[in-house]
């Protein structure tokens, strides 16, 4: 893989994504449960094929450092003693698993879904008959 200053870009991008969203997720998980809950991993799903779409690999990488990133740090325990992620409930344990669990499904989705080349065209069924077109378009119209 040759350097190049756009995926070095997206990159960049998709890391600040992934901090984003990892601390958007981790405030907001506990909100109103469980629905902050799902919602926060409905949003790192979305944000993690987005990003995957956007750049590729290398750009999904970046988004799961962000993510990484940022929800172990605002697990750990702040200066004055506050934690946003606390080890009682099991809801915390839910949203540090599922955002990556998530994040790896949104890798583990099919390449094609992302592509930008148009598909080839279907063949036709055996059996049935291709019917042509005229100037119009409309099939089966008197030339």
């Known amino acids: 893989m ?11 991008l998709t890391v600040l994504v992934g901090v984003v969203v990892g601390g958007v997720g981790t405030i907001m998980h506990r909100s109103a449960q469980p629905w902050g809950l799902v919602l926060s991993l409905l949003l790192v799903l979305a944000a ?3 990003c995957r779409a956007f750049g590729g690999l290398v750009a999904w990488i970046g988004f799961v450092v962000g993510l990484g990133g940022t929800v172990l740090t605002l697990s750990q325990k702040g200066p004055g003693g506050d934690v946003l992620v606390p080890a ?22 099919p390449r094609s879904w992302f ?18 077109t005229d100037v119009v378009g409309e099939p089966g119209a008197p030339q």
């Open 2 to 12: 040759r350097f190049s200053w756009v995926l070095l870009g997206k990159t960049v």
């Open 48 to 50: 993690a094929a987005t």
């Open 115 to 132: 592509s930008d080349r148009p598909r080839s065209a279907r063949p036709a069924r055996s059996g049935q008959p291709v019917v042509p």
């Open 88 to 109: 009682g409930p099991k809801i915390g344990l839910l949203w540090m698993i599922g955002s990556f669990v998530l994040a790896g499904v949104a890798m583990a989705l």
